[in-house]
């Protein structure tokens, strides 16, 4: 094995005048390196990278897109129409926010806005039972025809409330 100290001979070790001009050297080239000159030298790297994250963002992005698009685009058409119902329904929800909480209430008609609370929450409730039995992918047109009644039901009594003034936009 090699000893540290044996591993140079002495007459291969610089003498005192070398190694101080070694080391003036090494001092003025540190103290040449400035922040600003290193941030310089670095962006060509810096904007190639920050190139490459957009690229791949963006990359990411299509990809999930596609893959989103193809598993709709390949949902039966049943499927697709459910959809469109619930969302329908979830828009009509999101704009009348006083019919979830509470409907004004006037004294001449706060029977009848009661009334058709309830029977949005037995409709909603008709949805989610039969929502629950063919989350297994029954595709019977049976019970989808039905699911679409009752969609149809719920969006025509938010409809006649809107008509009838019974709740505002």
Do not use: C
Request: hydrophobic share 40%; net charge neutral; glycine share 4%.
């Amino acid at each position: 094995m090699i000893h540290p100290d044996k591993f140079y001979r002495p007459d291969e070790l610089p003498d005192e005048r070398t190694q101080q001009r070694l080391w003036r050297g090494i001092e003025k080239q540190i103290r040449r390196t400035r922040p600003i000159l290193a941030f310089v030298r670095d962006a060509r790297s810096f904007a190639y990278g920050i190139a490459a994250t957009v690229l791949l963002y963006l990359s990411a992005v299509g990809a999930i897109t596609i893959v989103k698009d193809s598993i709709q685009n390949a949902q039966p058409a049943v499927v697709q129409v459910d959809q469109a119902y619930q969302s329908a329904i979830k828009a009509f929800e999101q704009i009348m926010p006083q019919l979830v909480s509470s409907p004004r209430a006037e004294p001449e008609n706060g029977g009848e806005l009661l009334a058709r609370k309830d029977q949005i929450h037995m409709v909603d409730k008709a949805i989610e039972e039969l929502r629950q039995e063919t989350r297994n992918n029954d595709l019977s047109p049976m019970k989808r025809t039905r699911l679409r009644q009752l969609y149809s039901m719920k969006l025509q009594i938010l409809i006649d409330m809107i008509d009838n003034g019974e709740i505002e936009l």
